[in-house]
């Protein structure tokens, strides 16, 4: 056992050292961190803008602009077709847009309509093209689940250039993009054109899932979008402190998620990264200190115990007020008529020092009457 | 004095789909009074605010403000939205909800700085709400909810409020806090016009009103056309409201 963790251990520092010198993995550790840090970033702006299912429409959306591209070039030239999909990806947009302004339709349902009607438009394509006698065509595929191994550093370069220009306009426009991710309507009455800041969050959402596709692919594009939002709202109750925790969130996602596939061989790089991110999400959702399912529960139980206790001491209270004498000592079957009673109670009331006990006999203490009298006071002020 | 025109609309008319939901609206509305905005459940009224306000698009109509068009003097103007029209789980504290109210001020771009920190300070404790300025909003109960919009507002330091039932799911120490405000508001000059439910309050708090279902029924003093027969015009019953008199 001992042998087995020094080994790892050893792997761990080779890996590391690795990374910095080996340039493919480089490449990729670097291409899928800022993916993931700009993923993180945005996703933050859909999430609360409740568009989780829009990431995921637009990144189907995307699949027939790459057959498209490569159909019209003939090449399987990256960037241009990341620019057909982009195109595609933002036609799938409006047509959303436009579905939910024009129609009766809910968004969800229209999201769901342009996705698989997108995402099937597309597939139909990949197999056409499959079917054509060039050559040339052979994996285009990968962009279904991405291939990370395909990273070269031009690419990573695109990505760090657009995830510039994305933390600038977000820098710049940051009080206009809360005010509308907060009360879009009120943010109208103030003379913002929400129409204009709407557009740019979207165009950004759009832009950083066509990055993607390339390294985690078009069905699994949306959680690299939410996951680190979702995680990173648990943490914290500030916007900024939001938007900057997704962004490590999905950083490390992608880091740790290169590390993964690339140790163990024949695992694709994309959904281990999805899969890491997701690690994110359920460790957030449980061990968040103010908004976590544990603590939560934790608190739950403890001021049900609280109340149990405060009960039992207001029944006591009770009887011991008909007494001149507070601490004069009652029979503990007295408690009996009282439902909460369990003699554990009892217990931790004495060792609260509230209440003593004398054989079958118990009394109130000075401090446990003057407890207990404030909780009544304590509450018919607390009822406003 | 009474005379000056704060607000007017001409033959304001919204639709949703087919069916008009505002049909012909004209009014004008006093600088300086306190106005209710009384009708049935889909009878327009949230609807007449949003469109007075340019969120929502009319199918017909203009509205002026002091004689100008609304575009023209937005900064005149605040709005109190429905308090359920936004997501309470919002993450950000009490103090910068109330500090969106400096950003049409600030306009694109520019940064709130120290100047607008204290004014939002101000409409906080205005509201009585100081000590929860860094409170995260979704831990504040539906009344202290409602005081930071109306605090948001105030900062805007406009001359004509629109409120959408800011009364709405408040207890009863909160609705005196804000109808106290509305009538500082109306003391130093500013008009208010608020959507209002509960017709048993409206001759103890507003002194000019607005009939509205669909079409406008009637508008103007309370004491003068806040009767039975309006009210009945209005919700389609023999509705009686005692008032003491």
């Known amino acids: 056992m001992r042998f087995l963790l020094s ?32 993923t993180g970033m945005l996703g933050s ?14 990144s189907h959306a995307a699949l027939p602009g790459i057959a498209i591209a490569f159909l019209i070039t003939g090449a399987k030239d990256t960037n241009t077709l990341l620019l057909g999909a982009l195109v595609s990806g933002l036609i799938g947009t409006f047509w959303i847009r436009g579905i939910v302004t024009k129609t009766h339709l809910k968004s969800d349902t229209a999201l769901g309509l342009i996705l698989s009607l997108f995402f099937g438009f597309g597939m139909l394509l990949l197999t056409f093209i499959q079917k054509q006698p060039n050559a040339n065509q052979a994996g285009l595929d990968k962009y279904l689940f991405g291939q990370a191994a395909t990273l070269v550093e031009s690419d990573v370069w695109t990505m760090a250039i657009v995830t510039g220009i994305c933390l600038l306009v977000m820098l710049t426009f940051w009080k206009e993009f809360k005010i509308l991710l907060f009360d879009a309507d009120y943010t109208k009455t103030l003379g913002f054109n929400t129409k204009t800041i709407d557009i740019l969050i979207t165009s950004f959402i759009v832009l950083a899932i066509v990055l993607g596709l390339q390294t985690v692919g078009v069905v699994l594009m949306s959680a690299m979008l939410l996951a680190p939002a979702a995680a990173a709202r648990q943490w914290t109750n500030s916007l900024s402190v939001m938007v900057l925790l ?53 608190r739950f139980i403890k001021n049900r115990r609280d109340l149990e206790l405060h009960k039992t001491l207001a029944f006591m209270y009770n009887i011991a007020e008909t007494h001149e004498d507070i601490s004069h000592p009652h029979a503990i079957k007295l408690l009996n008529n009282f439902q909460g009673y369990t003699r554990s109670t009892l217990q931790k009331l004495v060792d609260k020092d509230y209440v003593k006990i004398d054989g079958n006999m118990w009394s109130l203490t ?19 | 004095m009474e005379n000056t025109i704060a607000v007017k609309v001409d033959d304001l008319t919204v639709a949703y789909n087919y069916k008009p939901v505002l049909w012909d609206i004209d009014l004008e509305i006093p600088e300086g009074v306190l106005m209710a ?13 949003k469109a007075i306000l340019g969120i929502l698009k009319p199918i017909a109509g203009s509205v002026s403000i002091y004689g100008k068009p609304y575009e023209k003097q937005r900064q005149l103007v605040a709005y109190v939205p429905q308090k359920g029209s936004v997501d309470w789980d919002f993450p950000t504290t009490a103090l910068d909800v109330v500090m969106m109210g400096t950003y ?5 771009i520019k940064r709130p700085g120290q100047k607008e920190k204290k004014a939002a300070l101000e409409a906080l404790e205005k509201v009585g709400m100081l000590a929860f300025k860094g409170r995260q909003i979704s831990q504040l109960s539906g009344g202290q ?9 105030l900062v805007q330091n406009a001359s004509i409020y629109f409120m959408d039932e800011p009364f709405q799911g ?4 909160t609705e005196i806090a804000i109808i106290n405000i509305l009538k500082a508001l109306r003391k130093a000059g500013k008009t208010v016009i608020v959507v209002h439910h509960d017709l048993q309050t409206v001759p103890e708090y507003f002194d000019w009103v607005t009939f509205l279902n669909v079409k406008k029924i009637a508008t103007g003093p309370v004491k003068d056309i806040f009767n039975d027969d309006n009210l009945t015009k209005t919700y389609g019953i023999n509705y009686k409201v005692s008032i003491q008199e």
């Open chain 1, 7 to 38: 080994q790892e251990f050893v792997d761990i520092k080779e890996y590391i050292e690795l990374v910095f010198t080996d340039y493919t993995l480089r490449t990729i550790t670097l291409g899928t961190a800022i993916l993931g840090a700009v």
């Open chain 1, 45 to 58: 702006f859909a999430v609360l803008r409740k568009q989780s299912l829009l990431g995921d429409a637009i």
């Open chain 1, 246 to 298: 997704a962004a490590i969130f999905g950083a490390f996602s992608g880091v740790f998620g290169t590390a993964i596939s690339a140790s163990q061989n024949n695992l694709s790089t994309g959904p281990v990264i999805v899969l890491v991110a997701s690690v994110f999400v359920a460790f957030s959702f449980i061990f968040s200190p103010s908004r976590g399912l544990l603590f939560k529960q934790i």
């Open chain 1, 366 to 384: 000075e401090r446990g009457f003057e407890t207990a009298s404030n909780l009544y006071t304590k509450q018919s002020t607390e009822d406003e």
């Open chain 2, 37 to 49: 905005i009384v009708g049935p459940n889909g009878a327009g009224k949230s609807t007449l605010i």
């Open chain 2, 104 to 108: 049409g001020s600030l306009g694109w």
């Open chain 2, 145 to 153: 909810q409602q005081r930071i919009f109306l605090a948001r507002a």
């Open chain 2, 170 to 173: 408040v207890d009863a120490s």
